[in-house]
T-cell receptor, first 111, second 116 residues
Framework: DAKTTQPPSMDCAEGRAANLPCNHS???????VYWYRQIHSQGPQYIIH???NNETNEMASLIITEDRKSSTLILPHATLRDTAVYYCIVRHTGTASKLTFGTGTRLQVTL | DTGVSQDPRHKITKRGQNVTFRCDPISEHNRLYWYRQTLGQGPEFLTY????????KSRLLSDRFSAERPKGSFSTLEIQRTEQGDSAMYLC??????????????FGQGTRLTVV
């Protein structure tokens, strides 16, 4: 699976959009971009995933560049409960097995 | 609660003792994973099961580690002769893998092991 690069930490004011970048320049054509987050002392939680097109669900939006070498997770209106470590993961989909986590981005949402 | 359940949540043990953790996946999830997470790091894959079959083991899973899923439902992870380096959070995840009905992985809250 392709490797990803994320900033170690970011701050965001409550109510503002949080934009978390991820570089995955070695991504291959059949690899998806996945985002998980981990709130302190809990297990990781799935957020969203995508292949080429931008995706949106009730939690977030995922913007993938046309060359697919980078992506941005957008939390449109961050709240204090969004404070967590966010992991960007690239992997094959379908029956693919393990998730390969990096060290993620620690997002701190402040008042 | 229909999520992934892990027991115990916390375990403190003396070096050299054996410990066993249990994971109850979401019902009907045929795939079950174990991960280990140390402080400041992302989770690292240990092993996974498809029903009762253990299909992949990481090199992190030394001979002191063994995992089972005897009936394709709950799973146990045993660590023999624990060492201080085994101190970590042990996470279990489950998902459905079935042709067009694949789901994402759902994680439990983890078991935090401290070896003293």
């Amino acid at each position: 699976d392709a490797k990803t690069t994320q900033p170690p930490s970011m701050d965001c004011a409550e109510g503002r959009a949080a934009n978390l970048p991820c570089n995955h320049s070695t991504i291959s054509g059949n690899e998806y971009v996945y985002w998980y987050r981990q709130i302190h002392s809990q297990g990781p939680q799935y957020i969203i995933h995508g292949l080429k097109n931008n995706e949106t669900n009730e939690m977030a939006s995922l913007i993938i560049t046309e060359d697919r070498k980078s992506s941005t997770l957008i939390l449109p209106h961050a709240t204090l409960r969004d404070t967590a470590v966010y992991y960007c993961i690239v992997r094959h989909t379908g029956t693919a097995s393990k998730l390969t986590f990096g060290t993620g981005t620690r997002l701190q949402v402040t008042l | 609660d229909t999520g992934v359940s892990q027991d115990p949540r916390h375990k403190i043990t003396k070096r050299g003792q054996n410990v066993t953790f249990r994971c109850d996946p979401i019902s009907e999830h045929n795939r079950l994973y174990w991960y280990r997470q140390t402080l400041g790091q992302g989770p690292e894959f240990l092993t996974y099961f498809q029903n009762e079959a253990q299909l992949e083991k990481s090199r992190l899973l030394s001979d002191r580690f063994s995992a089972e899923r005897p009936k394709g439902s709950f799973s146990t992870l045993e660590i023999q002769r624990t060492e201080q380096g085994d101190s970590a959070m042990y996470l279990c995840a489950s998902r459905v893998v079935s042709g067009s009905s694949n789901t994402e992985a759902f994680f439990g809250q983890g078991t935090r092991l401290t070896v003293v």
